[in-house]
Nanobody
Framework: QVQLVESGGGLVQAGGSLRLSCAASGPPFSNYGMGWFRQASGKEREFVAAISWSAGTTYYADSVKGRFTISRDNAKKTVYLQMNSLKPEDTALYYC????????????????????????WGQGTQVTVSS
């Protein structure tokens, strides 16, 4: 069983920055990926970013590309989401996720963007961006 512990959420003004962290613990996996999804009040949960652990390949939603950066620390088994130039529309509950298998990536589709690829979810950390 994988456990995910998130931290780093909070309140920030528009244009500011926050860094989210997510530490994973549990049995070792040879190939896996981690990601972030978010859910704003009254909206469906949506993909934000993901990273494959072995190759370090990153994936981003168009809405955050160029502003958010996902990275990992192999030794700490921790994934980070650096969020810059934050906008009020980034306000949401951010969830860390863990996929105990390699992401599938084809010419038009990658499983990294799909909730079904992830077996484990954190409890979420709130990010609020004021205008």
């Amino acid at each position: 069983q994988v456990q995910l512990v998130e931290s780093g959420g909070g309140l920030v003004q528009a244009g500011g920055s926050l860094r989210l962290s997510c530490a994973a613990s549990g049995p070792p996996f040879s190939n896996y990926g981690m990601g972030w999804f978010r859910q704003a009040s009254g909206k469906e949960r949506e993909f934000v970013a993901a990273i494959s652990w072995s190759a370090g390949t990153t994936y981003y939603a168009d809405s955050v590309k160029g502003r958010f950066t996902i990275s990992r620390d192999n030794a700490k088994k921790t994934v980070y989401l650096q969020m810059n130039s934050l906008k009020p529309e980034d306000t949401a509950l951010y969830y860390c996720t863990f996929a105990p298998r390699q992401f599938y990536s084809g010419s038009r589709y990658t499983s990294a963007r799909s909730e079904v690829a992830y077996d484990y979810w954190g409890q979420g950390t709130q990010v609020t961006v004021s205008s």
